[in-house]
């Protein structure tokens, strides 16, 4: 961000639109597989008092914010590319982008903790609503909310995928932010100071020559 701008003006908003739509398509994804996984299996979950159960239905609630956030910020950042000279569609974007991309980056965590810990306990928090007394006959035991045929590896498929579209939103979140930025003419870094050289007119020079002759001379001397 230091040193001049980056970028022309007459191509903010060709690179704004990129990103506003990237961001949007993204925010729908993420919102049709939070919402996926919401009603396959965690709306079950959910009704359990259960740390686990709980960071399971927190993470994905916060998945599902994080693409409305998306799609948000890809809607202000088309209308932005459209009227660049607008000051508080500037703003808007350039908070939304950092919300959207702390959110983001949150929800990737949050997520890669829910694949770990339902890898460690075999998928055994996924169907605790179940009545299984043995986890083998999961296939033809029918004592279940909800269908539990692959639901341990639906939702682990679901929740990658999700952690893939959580980073790609804060990738075009924060590439948002910094061209708001160079939009905006805002330096982040400070520019070093240029070492101001003295010219010495051509007449000085001469005589401040003689001088240190006339100096070295009488020495001798």
Request: charged letters at 15%; a positive charge; one cysteine or more.
């Amino acid at each position: 961000m230091c040193g001049p701008k980056a970028l022309d003006n007459k191509l903010f908003g060709k690179v704004l639109m990129k990103q506003g739509l990237a961001l949007i398509v993204t925010g729908h994804l993420n919102f049709i597989v939070g919402a996926i996984v919401h009603g396959l299996v965690l709306r079950h979950v959910a009704k359990l008092v259960d740390s686990v159960s709980l960071q399971y239905s927190v993470t994905n609630i916060t998945a599902v914010a994080s693409a409305i956030l998306s799609i948000s910020c890809g809607i202000v950042a088309i209308v932005l590319s459209r009227y660049l000279a607008h000051t508080s569609l500037r703003w808007a974007a350039v908070t939304l982008s950092i919300i959207n991309a702390v959110v983001s980056a949150a929800c990737t965590v949050g997520l890669t903790v829910s694949v770990i810990i339902t890898v460690a306990n075999e998928g055994r928090t996924l169907l605790s609503t179940c009545t299984f007394s043995n986890l083998q006959l999961i296939q033809i035991s029918h004592e279940c909310p909800f269908d539990p045929t692959r639901i341990y590896s639906t939702t682990l498929c679901l929740w990658v995928i999700s952690i893939i579209l959580d980073a790609a939103e804060m990738v075009f979140s924060a590439r948002c932010y910094f061209i708001v930025l160079q939009l905006m003419d805002v330096h982040l870094c400070h520019k070093k100071k240029k070492k101001v050289r003295i010219q010495i007119p051509l007449k000085e020079r001469s005589v401040a020559a003689e001088e240190e002759m006339l100096g070295t001379h009488s020495e001798w001397l």
